[in-house]
């Protein structure tokens, strides 16, 4: 039987961590010899105490007598049932907290590594970065709306300060734009959070599906999803609320940046993946795939096309993250077993592509290479971080072997079995524009002379978490079955929702 | 009996990846070595595939099917028929040949370490193509020689090759999305990704949206191709890249092209539609473009005084003859002309690249108004140049004719029932003079005639060998064709 300290230990071993952190910190400071090592070790045995925790949960859950596909969990008893906090473990839960704490493990080495100084290393980066990680992982756990909203909420206004790390006026303003932004966001869930109390008197996933089925007038029922969809769509970034990602990942430290896309950016799908397919049930409930689908078509062409015309490549990378929004809301639209299985496939694939790039861009920053024209010849004079660099965007591309290719090929499946092909046709033009400037890219940067001379040495020690995601990108691009295991028990509980 | 021998070759070629990038670097000339050596493997492991090709209770094909993603029925199969087994010996014997020629090629470039591992992965995409029986795998295959043919092109090219790179990179990238489109449309109406199981759900199909699925195949394959309007890449791909890649894209990724409008297209997604006027006009629509492309290939070709464009605008015309034969289908004959046709423009373009690049690297121009008496100074890669030009041109006994033969016979057939062929199979003879008319100015300009002031000479026994290889090879085609015709007879489209 699943005890709720079993689905707890994640997020609490991380908030732990978290806490922790400070001291441990002051205390590896006297030590400067060994600092960086002994940091990852430190983290590295949290990460390793949450795959136990999780590797516990999963057996437990998979292993369940008689076979249950969503296990709820209240943390009250029976008579607070209302107003308890629940959990659900399923399939699809299992999948995001192993991905969160694989993608969430090397983001965070990466964030000792490439600080040149360890003097800069604060404490409370890597405290904030533990929490938003343990607030996604309780996200991915949450049973009901509010405690979905809690959580979410806590990793996203937790990001701010990951964001403002440097204090540089460009980042506070970015930052400002975010908190602005996230506020109306929860504003508008909350709101519509409100309404459908309202109706169904309760907020358990379940329960509110099951109200809303047989509730006949569906008017009330619109602008609640309303609400709450375009809340969600404000923290996805979703075209036309995208204004503040390309602002904030750019101002954010290149660590932040991989940390925002490859984590928080996936846990804003899961939540859309979760209220739309699982309690919003095209057909049965509300019926909302033709107008999701048209702001999928949005977010890829505005997204390819503002990246098309920027030269600032960290915004570049930004700019494809709006473009991956698209692409998973085609896959989430399509309403399909396909659409789901690639749904999950893509944003694993994608927060690595997009944490892999921000990271070699981080690096190339602070080389002073920023800019399209700064790009020219450093795959000469900058092998090994330009090598990394091109994995992720060959990825973006979805060119063999690159698991991108999967990914791409699952969505536009799932959009042409889900009767949207209008859709599949619209997602592969913009496919190709993402290959144009993509390779441009690419070809500035092996095909053109340098500009400059460089003396700045490549970091080895932060070339260890960049070859780790580019080669699993390479691994999974020729086996994806090796993730695809993994969404398979979430595709076959897909028809099982009660 | 092996039974696991096409997953061997394709092993060997991706061992080949990191294997021939460190003998190259220990020693020079020992990554184009190990090219060469797991090539000769690779010839002989297909090879052992012919028993099973033989025996008509396998219906002509050994297939080997592995495990890969079962969440998406997309099966790592394999197989190779009589057309697959024939494309990918020529593609083999071109790989290997091209490699050792590389050594002498390739000698005063320097960090030439990446460029054995690139051409061993190019190989590998390019043999997969050919031994799959997988519509992803195929696509897999199919993306994968984007990146090293870019590579090639764009490091060890000339002129601005990095933007020619580019172009044919976006180009074929762009075409093979619509491949991509139509794999997709299969799988969600037939629910399989194996060829023959698709070929057999898609006949009891209606019609609905099975034209349009035809369509992107064919406008995806027919940009690898150079089907004219689709050409714009071609040309400055094949003039800008080294000798040994030109060899290779005009010797094998347009037979690629070829294969996947043969394979797929036509064998694949037609036979649902053959019944209907669609099927028909589609095919009435592909031999018009055959045609078009033929023309003007040749019509450009016979003016251009660049010689590896002049090589290039040949390709496309040829490949255009390659598409109206294809529009002959499903007629058998029709089939075997075509698929020997590719063959024998596959190993003659490879010989005529590798002659004139030697030609063009000793001479230091590309011009055919300077170049001249070639074959005085050059005697045996003069002979070779002017065998495969003859080949162009369509003269007996050499490779091409006896496919070209070939083509008008069909097309003469076809032409009896359905008198839509009557002129374009007359265009194509239009066409076919032309091809002479630039091979033989060809011949004339270059290889006779006063030999240049500019001491040219044939010292490396290496490029001699490759060359003469090469040229026996396309007279042997040209003589005895019937080594791939029996095999390629034994090809059962299910029509």
């Known amino acids: ?498 | 009996m092996m039974t696991m021998a096409l997953l061997l070759i394709l092993a060997l070629f991706a061992a080949a990846i990191p294997i021939s990038y460190l003998a190259e670097r220990a020693r020079t000339g020992l990554g184009a070595l190990t090219l060469f050596i797991v090539a000769t493997i690779g010839m002989f492991l297909l090879s052992t595939t012919i028993p099973e090709i033989l025996n008509a209770a396998n219906n002509n094909r050994y297939t080997e099917t592995y495990y890969w993603v079962p969440e998406i029925d997309a099966s790592f199969s394999l197989f190779v028929d009589g057309i697959s087994f024939s494309i990918s010996f020529i593609a083999l014997i071109l790989i290997a040949l091209t490699s050792l020629y590389s050594i002498p090629y390739m000698k005063d470039r320097d960090d030439i370490n990446p460029y054995y591992s690139l051409l061993a992965l190019l190989s590998l995409g390019l043999l997969g193509i050919f031994i799959t029986s997988n519509l992803l795998l195929f696509y897999f295959f199919w993306e994968l020689i984007l990146i090293p043919s870019y590579f090639i092109i764009g490091t060890w090219g000339g002129g601005d090759s990095y933007g020619v790179a580019f172009k044919f990179f976006i180009i074929t990238h762009a075409g093979a999305v619509l491949v991509l489109l139509g794999i997709g449309s299969v799988f969600v109406i037939t629910g399989s990704l194996d060829m023959f199981q698709v070929t057999a759900a898609l006949a009891t199909m209606q019609t609905g949206p099975i034209g349009w699925i035809l369509i992107a195949f064919t406008i995806g394959f027919a940009v690898k191709l150079a089907v004219v309007p689709a050409h714009i890449w071609l040309p400055d791909a094949y003039s800008e890249s080294p000798a040994t890649m030109s060899a290779l894209l005009g010797g094998v990724m347009t037979t690629a092209g070829a294969y996947g409008i043969l394979r797929i297209s036509l064998g694949v997604v037609l036979p649902a539609l053959l019944s209907n006027p669609f099927g028909v006009q589609f095919l009435h629509t592909l031999a018009l473009f055959g045609i078009l492309s033929a023309l003007f290939g040749s019509l450009v070709a016979v003016q251009e005084n660049d010689v590896n464009r002049m090589l290039a605008y040949s390709s496309i015309s040829h490949m255009g003859y390659v598409v109206f034969a294809l529009s002959l289908f499903p007629n058998p004959l029709a089939i075997i002309a075509t698929v020997l046709h590719l063959l024998n423009h596959g190993a003659t373009k490879g010989l005529f690249f590798l002659t004139t690049g030697d030609i063009v690297k000793k001479a230091g121009t590309r011009d055919m108004n300077e170049l001249s008496g070639v074959a005085s100074c050059m005697p045996v890669t003069g002979t070779c140049s002017a065998i495969s030009a003859l080949s162009i041109g369509g003269v007996p006994p050499f490779a091409c004719f006896i496919s070209e033969f070939l083509i008008f016979m069909s097309a003469f057939q076809v032409a009896i029932i359905d008198s839509f062929y009557l002129i374009p199979t007359f265009l194509l003879l239009a066409a076919n003079v032309l091809s002479l008319a630039y091979a033989l100015r060809y011949v004339g300009n270059v290889l006779l005639g006063p030999p240049d002031t500019n001491q040219m000479n044939e010292r490396s026994a290496l490029v001699l060998g490759v060359v003469v290889a090469l040229a026996v090879i396309v007279v042997i085609l040209g003589i005895w064709p019937s080594i791939f015709t029996q095999l390629i007879a034994l090809v059962n489209f299910q029509t």
């Open chain 1, 1 to 498: 039987m699943i005890d709720i300290l079993d689905i707890l230990a994640i997020p609490t071993i991380l908030i732990l961590m978290g806490v922790l952190t400070i001291p441990v910190i002051k205390i590896l400071h006297t030590k400067p010899r060994y600092f960086r090592e002994l940091l990852i070790g430190w983290f590295l045995i949290g990460f390793a105490l949450c795959i136990i925790a999780i590797a516990n949960l999963s057996f437990k859950y998979f292993n369940l007598e008689p076979i249950v596909p969503f296990f709820n969990i209240n943390i009250a008893g029976i008579e607070f049932l209302v107003f308890s906090s629940s959990f659900l473990v399923d399939a699809l839960s299992v999948y995001i907290v192993v991905i969160f704490i694989i993608i969430g493990a090397i983001a965070v080495i990466y964030g000792v590594l490439s600080e040149k100084d360890k003097g800069q290393i604060t404490e409370r980066y890597y405290a904030v970065m533990l929490i938003v990680l343990a607030g996604l992982m309780g996200a991915a756990l949450a049973g009901d709306l509010l405690t979905l909203f809690i959580f979410w909420e806590v990793s996203a206004a937790g990001s701010s300060f990951l964001m403002l790390y440097r204090k540089t006026p460009r980042s506070i303003h970015a930052t400002l734009k975010y908190l602005v932004m996230i506020v109306i966001g929860s504003s508008f869930i909350m709101y519509g959070l409100s309404i459908v109390f309202s109706i169904a008197g309760t907020l358990n996933f379940w329960e509110v599906r099951n109200v809303l089925i047989i509730f006949s007038d569906k008017t009330l029922l619109l602008v609640a999803f309303g609400f709450i969809a375009g809340g969600y769509a404000i923290e996805a970034a979703i075209v036309p609320f995208h204004l503040w990602l390309p602002d904030a990942y750019t101002e954010a430290p290149a660590s932040s940046s991989a940390f925002l896309s490859g984590l928080v950016d996936q846990g804003s799908y899961y939540v859309l993946l979760r209220v739309l397919i699982y309690i919003l049930t095209p057909t049965v409930v509300v019926n909302w795939t033709t107008t999701i689908a048209v702001f999928a078509a949005l977010s890829m062409i505005v997204g390819n096309l503002r990246a098309l015309t920027e030269v600032n490549i960290k915004r570049l990378v930004a700019y494809i993250c709006v473009a991956d929004v698209g692409y998973n809301l085609v896959a989430i639209s399509s309403m399909t077993h396909v659409g789901v299985m690639a749904n999950l496939f893509f944003f694993f694939v994608g927060g690595m592509a997009t944490a892999l790039a921000f990271m070699t861009v981080g690096l190339l920053n602070s080389m002073g290479i920023e800019t399209l024209d700064d790009f020219n010849g450093i795959g000469r004079s900058v092998p090994w971080t330009s090598l990394g660099l091109s994995f992720s965007l060959l990825s973006f591309t979805g060119i063999p072997p690159f698991a991108g290719f999967f990914a791409k090929y699952l969505v536009f499946t799932s959009a042409i079995e889900g009767d949207l092909s209008w859709l599949a046709v619209i997602g592969v033009t913009a496919s190709v524009i993402q290959a144009a400037y993509i390779f441009r890219l690419v070809n500035r940067m092996y095909g053109r002379p340098s500009s400059q001379q460089f003396k700045v040495k490549e970091s080895r020690a932060a070339l260890i978490p960049i070859f780790i995601l580019g080669l699993a990108l390479i691994v999974l691009g020729f086996f994806p079955t090796l993730a695809l295991n993994l969404i398979q028990p979430v595709v076959q509980e897909l028809p099982m929702i009660p």
